[in-house]
């Protein structure tokens, strides 16, 4: 199924949070994808830091079509074909790259690109996107910064990632304009490579219990 940007952003804002997930081993993905759904997270951001990403992506659309798939930390157009063969909802890059966002345009396949300043924010509305990864949020400025840039770009919607935890997300989440925040600390690869889906639930659990 393909999705809208509306839709997208109507099941992240249902979310509130997005697992940003690093792979050693792509296999690992099904037993973590279980324990995220089970606990009403059935989304993944699936960072292309590894060469298991495309790979995962893969067996997360076969076995659970359900799912909202990101492809994240997508740096090139190589990774943006991969991301889209092997399945993936949408692309979610670090940075602006004009000609990553036009390759997503020319392939009709969803982008939320990384912005952190006025310059950024107007090359993507240039482009026709207000879907945004606000990167690396709290060392961009956090909240100050994004109400601060909520004032001239009122239509953003808002997607930051980067050093948010517990200590923060419900601030971050009381921006109207913020629809879910990226973390992976309840998802972290060392967790993931000692197969730890226990502790991983529990996080999962956690957070979800203080963002719903």
Not at 81 to 88: D, P
Not at 155 to 164: D, K
Request: hydrophobic share 45%; net charge neutral.
């Amino acid at each position: 199924m393909s999705y809208t940007t509306n839709q997208i952003i109507e099941k992240l804002r249902q979310f509130k949070v997005v697992p940003v997930i690093a792979l050693d081993n792509a296999e690992d993905i099904l037993p973590l994808a279980d324990t995220l759904a089970k606990n009403g997270l059935p989304v993944a951001e699936i960072t292309f830091r590894s060469d298991a990403a495309e790979e995962a992506i893969r067996l997360l659309r076969a076995n659970k079509p359900d799912f909202l798939i990101a492809a994240g930390t997508i740096l090139t157009a190589d990774q943006v074909v991969l991301a889209k063969n092997s399945g993936a909802d949408f692309v979610v890059t670090p940075g602006f790259n004009p000609k990553i966002v036009k390759l997503c345009q020319d392939l009709d396949f969803l982008i939320t690109p990384g912005v952190n300043n006025p310059m950024s924010i107007e090359a993507a509305l240039e482009l026709g996107i207000s879907a945004v990864k606000f990167f690396p949020a709290e060392a961009s400025g956090g909240i100050k910064m994004i109400k601060a840039l909520l004032g001239p770009y009122g239509q953003l919607q808002i997607m930051p990632t980067g050093g948010i935890g517990l200590h923060n997300i419900k601030d971050y989440l009381a921006i109207p304009n913020v629809v879910a925040c990226g973390g992976s600390w309840f998802v972290e690869k060392k967790l993931i490579q000692e197969k730890n889906w226990g502790e991983i639930g529990r996080l999962v659990k956690e957070v979800i219990d203080l963002t719903r």
